[in-house]
């Protein structure tokens, strides 16, 4: 059974920093890209990041770049966000994603993925 399963959220001040983690299983790892989207209330679903697992591929949105960094542990098959100078337009529901790599691309839209975790909260308070 495929699982992904987020950790990390919280209540952080703004231009504090938070690690976010997603712990994958039941799927051969390095076969898949992982993607961080976040939806905050009322809003789509955005794609802010995703790696290839198998070459370290990345990409960012415009929205993270320069202060998030996606990153793989491959030996335990986890991905993780790694957000920094937080602001209270970040607060959502973040959620990680596989979808099966066959080419590398900037995949961004949570239509082109297979697999999704629960999601955790992240709330910046000023």
Not at 7 to 19: D, H, K, P
Not at 74 to 92: G, H, I, P, R, Y
Not at 110 to 121: A, I, L, S
Request: charged share 15%; glycine share 12%.
């Amino acid at each position: 059974e495929v699982q992904l399963v987020e950790s990390g959220g919280g209540l952080v001040q703004a231009g504090g920093s938070l690690r976010l983690s997603c712990a994958a299983s039941g799927f051969t790892f390095t076969d898949y890209y992982i993607g961080w989207f976040r939806q905050a209330p009322g809003k789509e679903r955005e794609g802010i990041s995703c790696i290839s697992t198998s070459d370290g591929s990345t990409y960012y949105a415009g929205s993270a770049k320069g202060r998030f960094t996606i990153s793989s542990d491959n030996a335990k098959n986890t991905v993780f966000l790694q957000m920094n100078s937080l602001k209270l337009e970040d607060t959502a529901v973040y959620y990680c994603a596989a979808l099966y790599g066959s080419r590398w691309y900037p995949y961004s839209s949570p239509y082109d993925y297979d697999y999704w975790g629960q999601g955790t909260q992240v709330t910046v308070s000023s």
